[in-house]
C-alpha cells in the first residue's frame, strides 16, 4: 500500500485565498482525521471522519475551516478565506479499527 | 481534556547509549497510547501501538510501556545511534474521543557519533 497521500505538499497562497488540501487514506481504514501542527501549539485534530461520516468538528478553528468526506478514498480541508494565522503543516491520518492511526507527508501551508 | 506531558524536551547522548523517553497524561480513561517518531520537515512514522488493556509493546530495540494508573508511558531506546536522532511523540487515545489522538509537544532527541 502506498500509504496515506496528501496533496500539494507545500502551498503558498496571499490571505484571502481560498486554499483546498488533499488526503487520500489507506484503504480499508474507517477513521480518517486531520490534524494541524505548528510550533507554539504542536499537533492539535481539526476533525475526524468515521466511515465518511464527520464525527467531531470541534476542533475546526473557525467557520473559515471546513472538511468533506464524500468517500471512502478522498477527503479535502479547505480553508476560506485564508489568513497568516493559518500558516502550518497540516497532516492527514487514517486508522483500522484497532485505532493505530497512519500519517501522511503533510502538506506546508503558508499564507502571505 | 487530557494533557501530555513529555519529559525532557531535549536529549543528546552519545552512541551506543540506552535511553528512556518519558510521557505522562492526565485522564487515565485511555483506548490506547501511540508512539511516533518524526523526521525534520517529515510526517510522523508510527513506532508502538499499546492498547489500555497492554503493559509493553516491543519492536526491535524498542521497548515501550504502559502504566494507566500512574498515568504514564516510556520509550526505551536500547543501543541508540545517529539513524535514532529525531522527535519522537507520545499520543494518547481518549475512550470518548473515537480514537482522536492528543499529542504531547515532543522530545528531540540527538545521537551523536
Known amino acids: 500500500d502506498a500509504g496515506v497521500i496528501q496533496s500539494p505538499r507545500h502551498e503558498v497562497t496571499e490571505m484571502g485565498q481560498e486554499v483546498t488540501l488533499r488526503c487520500k487514506p489507506i484503504?480499508?481504514?474507517?477513521?480518517l482525521f486531520w490534524y494541524r501542527q505548528t510550533m507554539m501549539r504542536g499537533l492539535e485534530l481539526l476533525i475526524y471522519f468515521n466511515n465518511n461520516v464527520p464525527i467531531d468538528d470541534s476542533g475546526m478553528p473557525e467557520d473559515r475551516f471546513s472538511a468533506k468526506m464524500p468517500n471512502a478514498s478522498f477527503s479535502t480541508l479547505k480553508i476560506q478565506p485564508s489568513e497568516p494565522r493559518d500558516s502550518a503543516v497540516y497532516f492527514c491520518?487514517?486508522?483500522?479499527?484497532?485505532?493505530?492511526?497512519?500519517f501522511g507527508p503533510g502538506t506546508r501551508l503558508t499564507v502571505l | 481534556k487530557q494533557e501530555v506531558t513529555q519529559i525532557p524536551a531535549a536529549l543528546s547522548v552519545p552512541e551506543g547509549e540506552n535511553l528512556v523517553l518519558n510521557c505522562s497524561f492526565t485522564?487515565?480513561?485511555?483506548?490506547?497510547l501511540q508512539w511516533f517518531r518524526q523526521d525534520p520537515g517529515k510526517g510522523l512514522t508510527s513506532l508502538l501501538l499499546i492498547q489500555s488493556s497492554q503493559r509493553e509493546q516491543t519492536s526491535g530495540r524498542l521497548n515501550a510501556s504502559l502504566d494507566k494508573s500512574s498515568g504514564r508511558s516510556t520509550l526505551y531506546i536500547a543501543a541508540s545511534q545517529p539513524g535514532d536522532s529525531a522527535t519522537y511523540l507520545c499520543a494518547v487515545g481518549l475512550l470518548d474521543s473515537g480514537y482522536a489522538l492528543n499529542f504531547g509537544k515532543g522530545t528531540s532527541l540527538l545521537v551523536t557519533p
Open positions: 491520518a487514517s486508522s483500522p479499527s484497532n485505532g493505530e492511526q497512519f
Open positions: 484503504s480499508g481504514h474507517d477513521y
Open positions: 485522564d487515565s480513561a485511555i483506548y490506547n
